[in-house]
Each structure stands twice: as structure tokens, then as C-alpha cells.
């Protein structure tokens, strides 16, 4: 039963999704949701199931509501020609050159895109190939999991971090209105760190071939993912990098969190535990998919700033090849040939990493 209603057309002009999976059929459906003319670009494998399917948005409290199939614009090139006034960059980060490039060759100069992407550097990526456009950086703080075909659920809570800018904030109330509530911050980057610490656990939710809130109540993974997080605090703050909190608690508390034992961290953590149980990390749908992940943007960043001080950071190194081995070696984790990779030997791997 749809429980979300479509509302009348709005006044700003079409907006454009550039890469239709989990975060970008969510917001772009919200967007559909709320009366925007919202025009998806992606790959035939999702846009089929979009045809036949239409799109459906469930959301954490089990409200969901449907675009039907014949109100949805797909496109699996950049359409031009639309006056589109907003691009919501939402393709992985190894795909951003590409998309970038696609879109300055079929929009207007000074587009805005924002890049919802998680990692750092998107939005620089993006410039350095199409600088005739105006990326910008954003930041999603919810998970998105597609349950069933051309159906996307929100398994977590938070509101949208955008770059502060006059053209964001003047973008607040529409994504507001469309149930994407969104604030501007003048340092991104800070924002960006603190959702890149969390995003630390996105390789152990992924090598344990478990739902995220699963992965979370057990102890070894946790320390796993507490030790990756410890060693990332300590070299941004070796780097003087300002981090921003983007959970309830300050990111500083997290590895002593936990840490606790299980009983004690579901009653401190109990709202990082709001979790739909079906949700999964966005890396978990990468390796059970054989494609190239984010680790290098996530664990590969924490090496990199670490180098940039003269430091090393062996726990996100080790993870970092651990997710290569998988990827080059291209078996899903949970399929017969490999297994979930067992949560004690993960520990261990990580913590004594030297
Ligand atoms: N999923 C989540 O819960 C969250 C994800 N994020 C971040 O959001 C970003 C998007 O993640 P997510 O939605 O999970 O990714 P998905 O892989 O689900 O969606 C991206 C889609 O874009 C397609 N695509 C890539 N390049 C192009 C192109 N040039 N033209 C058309 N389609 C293209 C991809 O196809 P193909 O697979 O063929 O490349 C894929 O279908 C990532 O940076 C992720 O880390 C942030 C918060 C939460
Ligand atoms: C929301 C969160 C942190 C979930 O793991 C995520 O960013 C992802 O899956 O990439």
C-alpha cells in the first residue's frame, strides 16, 4: 500500500541523477516523490527493472511509495537540451571521470553538480575533467539497500551535508520539502573525515558477508572496525585534519564504544543500532557484485594522509590489501568459493597489522 503521495509539480527546473542505483534512485525518487521532474541516468541493468517495476522507496519507518514506471524519465546517456538546474552526482568515485566528462559534453557551462559520493575528493576529480561545470561536495549520512527489484530502502537516519555555498542554500527548502532534509557547513572536508571514519567499518561489513546491523553486534568485528578507526583518529590528528560529527556520538568515542561488550554497546549505541536488518554497507554490494570497491577512497586515505606526515597507518593498510586480494581475485564473499572471511582471524589480522 503506498503510504507516500505524489505532490503537484514544483516551480524549479528538472533535476538531473547521474548514476540510478541505491543513492541515487532514493533521493531521486524522493525528489519524483514531491512533483520534480527527475531525470535518471544509469545503466540498462537497473533501468529495466525501473521500467517494468517502476520506482519504490520504502523508508525506515516501512512508509513506502511508488513512482509508477511511464512518470519516470530514464536515460542511459546524458540527456541535453532540458535546462536541467541540478545534477546529483551518484555513480561510485572510480566512475566519476567518466560521468563528469559526459555530463559537460551535454550541459550548459556552470551546471551545478553535487557530488553525493563518499570519500574526499570527488568533486576535485570531477573539476580537473569537466571544469565547465560547478561541482561541489555533499555528503550522505544514511544507508540505502535495494530489497527487491527497483525497490530502495532507507535503512538509517540523518539529514544531507551539503558545501556551503549561496546555490545550496538556496537548494535547503526544496530538499527539505521532498523529505531530504539538508544542511550547508563552510568545511565539508571536516564533514567529510568524520563520514569517512565511519565508513572504516564499510570493508568489515563487507568481508563479513553480513547485514550491517548483524556485523555490528558482533564483538570481533567491531574491535575490527574500532581498530581502523583508532588508527585514522590518531593520524588526523597527527595531520592537525578537523573532523566534523556526523553520529550521534563524537567520532573520538567510537573505538572505545566498541569496544564494550555486546550487552553494554546495544544499550549506549542503541540509535546507531537503528538499522533496518537488511541493510548492508555500499562496498558489501560492491564485492557481492565482482566490481571494484571504495577502499582505495577510505582506507587508502587514511594511508595517504598518514604518508603525508611522515607516518604510516598499518591496520588501514592491511585492510586495503585485503579488499584488493578480493577484488583482483573477483569471488563474491558469501559465495561457495570463498565464505565470509572469519570474524576472530579478521581481528587479529588488523589489530597486530605492523
Ligand atoms: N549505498 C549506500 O548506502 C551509500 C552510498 N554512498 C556513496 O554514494 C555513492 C553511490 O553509491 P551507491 O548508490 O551505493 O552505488 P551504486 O553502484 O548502487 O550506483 C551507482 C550506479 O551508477 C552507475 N553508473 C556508473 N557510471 C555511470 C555512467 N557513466 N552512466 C550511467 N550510469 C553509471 C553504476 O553502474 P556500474 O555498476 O555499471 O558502474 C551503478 O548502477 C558511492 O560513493 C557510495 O560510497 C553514501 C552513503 C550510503
Ligand atoms: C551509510 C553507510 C555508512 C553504511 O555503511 C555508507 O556510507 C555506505 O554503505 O557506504
Known amino acids: 500500500m503506498a503510504d507516500l503521495i505524489l505532490t503537484d509539480v ?7 541523477i547521474m548514476g540510478a542505483g541505491s543513492i541515487g534512485c532514493y533521493l531521486g525518487g524522493r525528489l519524483a516523490l514531491a512533483g520534480h521532474d527527475v531525470h535518471f541516468v544509469g545503466r540498462p541493468r537497473v533501468l529495466d527493472q525501473l521500467r517494468t517495476n517502476g520506482l519504490t522507496i520504502t523508508e525506515p519507518d516501512g512508509k513506502t511509495a511508488t513512482v509508477p514506471a511511464d512518470m519516470l ?28 566528462t559526459s555530463l559537460a ?3 550548459p557551462i556552470g551546471t551545478l553538480v553535487m557530488c553525493m559520493q ?46 556551503e555555498d549561496e546555490v545550496t542554500n538556496a537548494w535547503l527548502p526544496t530538499l527539505a520539502a521532498a523529505g531530504l532534509p539538508a544542511s550547508t557547513h563552510k568545511d565539508i572536508r ?12 564499510n570493508p568489515v561489513n563487507a568481508l563479513s558477508g553480513l547485514p550491517l546491523r548483524d556485523e555490528l553486534l558482533d564483538p570481533d568485528l567491531r574491535a575490527t572496525t574500532a581498530a581502523l578507526i583508532e588508527e585514522g583518529l590518531s593520524v588526523l590528528a597527527a595531520a592537525r585534519q578537523r573532523t566534523a560529527k556526523v553520529t550521534p556520538v563524537p567520532t573520538s568515542w567510537l573505538p572505545r564504544l566498541m569496544r564494550l561488550p555486546t550487552p553494554v554497546f546495544k544499550i549506549l549505541a542503541a540509535k546507531m543500532l537503528k538499522i533496518d536488518p537488511r541493510a548492508r554497507s555500499s562496498m558489501a554490494d560492491d564485492l557481492a557484485l565482482g566490481r571494484r570497491t571504495e577502499i582505495g577512497e ?21 585492510m586495503l590489501g585485503m579488499i584488493r586480494y578480493v577484488e583482483l581475485t573477483a569471488l563474491a564473499v558469501g559465495s561457495p568459493e ?12 588488523i589489530e597486530t597489522a605492523i
Not at 577510505?298 to 592491511?318: D, H, I, Q, T
Open 298 to 318: 577510505l582506507c587508502g586515505e587514511v594511508v595517504k594522509l598518514a604518508k603525508s606526515v611522515g607516518k604510516r597507518a598499518p591496520r588501514n593498510e592491511k
Open 118 to 163: 563518499n570519500g574526499l575528493h570527488n568533486a576535485e576529480v570531477a573539476r580537473s575533467v569537466a571544469a565547465r561545470l560547478r561541482f561541489l561536495s555533499a555528503m550522505v549520512p544514511y544507508n540505502v539497500a535495494e530489497i527487491g527489484p527497483g525497490n530502495f530502502l532507507r535503512g538509517s537516519g540523518g539529514n544531507l551535508a551539503l558545501e
Open 73 to 100: 524519465s530514464l536515460h542511459e546517456d546524458v540527456p541535453s537540451g532540458l535546462g536541467i538546474s541540478l545534477v546529483l552526482m551518484c555513480v561510485k568515485s572510480s566512475a566519476t571521470p567518466k560521468a563528469a
Open 10 to 16: 514544483s516551480p524549479i527546473g528538472p533535476v538531473l
Open 105 to 107: 559534453r551535454a550541459l
Open 190 to 201: 571536516a564533514v567529510q573525515w568524520g563520514k569517512l571514519l565511519l565508513n572504516l567499518n
Open 338 to 349: 570463498r565464505g565470509p572471511t572469519d570474524a576472530a582471524e579478521l581481528r587479529k589480522n
